[in-house]
């Protein structure tokens, strides 16, 4: 496994227009989570799946954002109608998770989108 | 809510002198901790790790990392900085999620 993969790596688009990104995470991972990296911030949280049930979203992600894990396996995150301040690195990680262990979180190399 | 504070935005260090990279950590119960860096251009790596046990952990790249706490702090260290050493690093806290702190930049001064 080479570990969790995003496509696209780069993504231009003008304002108004619909972007869709990718996240393969690790095989085996159950868990997977979306962040949003702005420059010089930390990643901040989005959303994660538990296998294919989205059990948590953050305030970030307004109406315009939606994810989705049909399979459990990949995700996809759309960003409707794109603002100039969606623009950002997106990172993808995965863990495996249990009701008594859990792996660190592994990252993709994240998607980055820049709205003109 | 869980939140992390770095409180040092930049940090300069000398190539083979020590460092240590601040973090403070608000979380209700033992909290799960760890410590990423990134370059630039490259995804998040992780370092170290505490989730029980010993409080002072060992990490890849001569890193180690102490939690304490009695100071809800769980700073990073290294004895010798490497130039290759500068990057951003993220502390960060696990709740259902990773909450990350704002990040410190290292720069590695010759």
Known sequence: ?????????????????????????ISEHNRLY?????????????????????????RLLSDRF?????????????IQRTEQGDSAMYLCASSLWGAKFSTEAF?????????? | AQSVTQPDIHITVSEGASLELRCNYSYGATPYLFWYVQSPGQGLQLLLKYFSGD??????????????????SFNLRKPSVHWSDAAEYFCAVAGTALIFGKGTTLSVSS
């Open chain 1, 1 to 25: 496994d080479t570990g969790v993969s995003q496509d696209p790596r780069h993504k231009i688009t003008k304002r108004g227009q619909n972007v869709t990104f990718r996240c393969d995470p």
């Open chain 1, 34 to 58: 979306w962040y949003r990296q702005t420059l010089g911030q930390g990643p901040e949280f989005l959303t994660y799946f538990q296998n294919e049930a989205q059990l948590e979203k953050s």
């Open chain 1, 66 to 78: 939606s994810a989705e894990r049909p399979k459990g396996s990949f995700s996809t995150l759309e």
């Open chain 1, 107 to 116: 990252f993709g190399q994240g998607t980055r989108l820049t709205v003109v």
């Open chain 2, 55 to 72: 409080t002072l952990v060992q990490g890849i790249k001569g890193f180690e990392a102490e939690f304490k706490r009695s100071q809800s």
